[in-house]
């Protein structure tokens, strides 16, 4: 049914919304935390296998077992309801102008 359809665009739009103003909300407090080098919006991956939900993809340089975190700089699951995906992409650093 093409109800069910649009409802299910607006429900996805809607929680892409909000993943959006909660990532705003909580930015500078998660760019905070140790290893943290970017924050943003994307799609949930689980397994290894991207999903179809909203999230706020946090890039960490690496990722550290919690036990040798600070309690501070734990990133949590979830924030306001928006899942929180953590996502290790190494140090970030310049290309290589040669072609590295």
């Not at 990532?23 to 397994?47: D, F, P, T, Y």
């Not at 939900?53 to 550290?64: D, F, H, N, Q």
């Amino acid at each position: 049914a093409p109800e069910a359809e649009e409802e299910n665009v607006a429900t996805a739009r809607g929680k892409m919304d909000q993943a959006r103003r909660v990532k705003a909300a909580h930015e500078h407090e998660l760019m905070g935390k140790a290893n943290v080098v970017g924050v943003g919006i994307g799609l949930r991956q689980q397994g290894g296998e991207r999903t179809d939900e909203p999230a706020i993809v946090v890039s960490v340089s690496r990722k550290v077992p919690l036990s040798l975190l600070d309690e501070e700089d734990r990133i949590p699951r979830q924030l306001e309801g928006v899942p929180v995906d953590v996502q290790a992409i190494g140090e970030p650093r310049a290309l290589d102008e040669r072609g590295g």
